[in-house]
């Protein structure tokens, strides 16, 4: 089996604010060592029980935050920016499976530092589905046919992954009290959590389906500013529809996940001024 894991930064135990996940404060050296140990215990886990591959990409801000020569030695790793497809960069037909982890809420939900790609966004809508950046990556996985075994992050995540995917394993890691703290696993016990929760995923995956998307989807982009919709519409095949959505109808799920990333770039040079 070939397994794809992308790997966020929020939703990692033990990593409740942004001093945590900003490589400009104070407590990001912890946060990738915690991360990168995450990591290998899912990794550890998969190639112990059937996975030949594990493919591992770092998809948090500038995607280079996994410290790669504290990395499994049998994994490969995707690192850095820019990607053409971001969170999902690499996935395609070959894979078997894909796993989430440390993963967080959509930005108009509760939970440890939700948010959906970057704060200009309220919501995605994939035609009349709300998704965050869960959804949005559960669905290209689900154009290639793969199904997305395992989700990892606080119990708000888990919520989300649960109400999108049927059957997913999932594992809480921590539980949100407000965005910014949480009450969290130890180290110890999030190891063995995540070990045990991929042999899970791995021995359940005959029962998740892949979540495939709409033939042609419709993306609609909710922005916090008018001024972001103003400058994600200046992308061609886009429209301001009404107040701050901003619409694109897409040939096909990775064209609208690529609109995505254009129109959510594009929305970052507003000022507030």
């Not at 061609?236 to 770039?265: C, I, N, R, S, W």
Request: hydrophobic fraction near 40%; charged fraction near 20%; charge should be negative.
């Amino acid at each position: 089996m070939k397994f794809y894991l992308s790997v966020d930064m929020e939703g990692i135990s033990g990593l409740v604010d942004d001093t945590f996940v900003d490589s400009s404060k104070r407590n990001y050296l912890r946060g990738q060592e915690i991360m990168t140990k995450e990591t290998n215990h899912v990794i550890e886990a998969a190639l112990d029980h059937g996975c030949r591959e594990v493919i591992v990409n770092d998809s948090h801000s500038k995607m280079n935050n996994l410290l790669f020569e504290k990395l499994h030695p049998e994994a490969k790793l995707v690192s850095g920016d820019v990607k053409p497809f971001s969170m999902v960069q690499g996935l395609d037909y070959t894979y078997d499976g894909m796993g989430l982890i440390g993963y967080h809420a959509s930005a108009s939900k509760p939970g440890v530092m939700s948010h959906s790609m970057t704060f200009a966004v309220k919501n995605f809508y994939i035609n009349d589905r709300t998704v965050g950046e869960l959804g949005l990556n559960a669905y290209v996985a689900g154009y290639f046919g793969v199904p997305v075994w395992l989700v990892a992050g606080d119990d708000r995540a888990v919520i989300e992954a649960k109400e999108l995917l049927p059957n997913v394993t999932t594992a809480v890691v921590k539980e949100s009290i407000s965005r910014s703290s949480a009450l969290v696993l130890s180290p110890e016990k999030t190891g063995q959590l995540l070990k045990n929760k991929t042999v899970q995923a791995i021995e359940n995956r005959r029962n998740v389906e892949p979540l495939i998307p709409p033939k042609q989807p419709i993306l609609r982009i909710e922005f916090t500013n008018y001024g972001q919709a103003e400058w994600a519409s200046i992308m061609p095949g886009a429209e301001l529809e009404k107040g701050t959505v901003v619409k694109f109808q897409a040939k096909d799920m990775p064209e609208a996940y690529q609109a995505m990333l254009v129109m959510t770039e594009l929305a970052t040079r507003t000022t507030f001024c």
